[in-house]
């Protein structure tokens, strides 16, 4: 026979999984700064010029 988790057990576990989930969904305030493009081409250009490829995970903001 399984022993159960105790209710306060639970409710933390809860209260945990909650929080979590609450800030994985806080909208992203440095996406509405706008990608700075200069900088972009600039990076771009020396990396064409070393035949490097680039790929951009986050793109640098103003």
């Keep these: 026979m399984k022993r159960l988790m105790p209710p306060s057990a639970s409710v933390a576990l809860?209260?945990?999984?909650?929080?979590?989930?609450?800030?994985?969904?806080?909208?992203?305030?440095?996406s509405r700064r706008g990608v700075?493009?200069?900088k972009v081409q600039a990076i771009e250009r020396a990396a064409r010029?070393?035949?490097?490829?680039?790929?951009?995970?986050?793109?640098?903001?103003?």
């Excluded at 809860?14 to 440095?30: E, H, N």
């Design 14 to 30: 809860a209260a945990l999984m909650l929080f979590f989930s609450g800030c994985a969904s806080l909208p992203d305030l440095s």
């Design 36 to 38: 700075d493009e200069a």
């Design 49 to 62: 010029a070393n035949g490097v490829t680039i790929r951009w995970v986050n793109y640098p903001v103003k």
